[in-house]
């Protein structure tokens, strides 16, 4: 069966001057090694010793998952050219014409993806091996995908930023809607419903149980630079609020074909 090792554990960190955008990086080992998400070019040396404490090099990855194209998932593609990188059509599409509002698809994403050389557009169902699928989870994005994993403890998905945090899971509600508010929610039900173990976007794994939400990894993240003790530095709990971005009701799906 295959199984799931969490290379870079996301986390919900956030700023009120800046969004930090720690994603998962996890890597699926199977027939093939199959990364999903390969997170900004802040965390790249985090990946590459990542890599490393198992034996690997970027060389070893057989092919690359983009669940979605936002900067904080996308920008290490480029160390692993020599793989394929799939990605939804709708995304693809979507990213050579951003939103002017979509601050988490600069315009240059397009560009950017197409640097790629081989990058293979999939769409529900792609099989990537025997237990390991995508299936289409939109609505944070047009062509968001999360990966349907078959292991020894049940049936995990990998959800990318259709449930940034475990709490989605209990709120169903996505905290950042790009694209569609309605599917957005329909994507969250559909892997609520199915889905053993989660794995979110910026937050550890996890799954529902009779008294809420059970972590199964405990969180790992040193912040260094900074004290709870010096002047005017806060910390706040309280829980991302909703966002839906401005003009959202300005995009069709006939842009997508």
């Given amino acids: 069966m295959p199984k799931i090792d969490v290379l870079l554990q996301g986390s919900p960190l956030r700023t009120d001057v800046g969004i930090v955008g720690f994603c998962t990086v996890l890597l699926i080992e199977g027939e093939k090694r199959t990364l999903v998400d390969v997170g900004h070019v802040g965390r790249r040396t985090a990946l590459l010793a990542a890599l490393e404490k198992r034996g690997l090099t970027p060389e070893d990855i057989d092919l690359t998952v983009m669940s979605h194209v936002h900067w904080d998932h996308s920008q290490n593609y480029d160390l692993f050219r020599h793989a394929p990188m799939l990605v939804h059509k709708s995304e693809r599409i979507y990213a050579h014409h951003p939103h002017k509002n979509d601050w988490a698809t600069p315009a240059w994403t397009g560009v950017m993806i197409d640097h790629h050389p081989d990058i293979q557009e999939v769409e529900e169902g792609y099989e990537i091996e025997p237990g390991v699928q995508l299936i289409h989870t939109p609505g944070h994005s047009p062509g968001s995908m999360s990966v349907k994993v078959e292991t020894d403890s049940g049936l995990a998905t990998v959800s990318g930023d259709v449930l940034h945090y475990s709490s989605v899971a209990l709120t169903r509600k996505n905290p950042l809607v790009f694209w569609n508010e309605i599917q957005a929610t329909q994507s969250i039900d559909r892997i609520v419903g199915t889905a053993d173990v989660i794995y979110p976007a910026h937050d550890r794994p996890f799954r529902i149980a009779r008294t809420g939400i059970e972590y199964l990894e405990p969180t790992n993240l ?27 009701e300005d995009q069709s799906e006939a842009a997508l074909n």
Avoid: C, S, Y
């Fill in 222 to 248: 040193t912040i260094m630079g900074l004290t709870p003790d010096e002047p005017r530095v806060t910390f706040e709990k309280e829980p991302r609020p909703v966002w839906l971005m401005p003009g959202i």
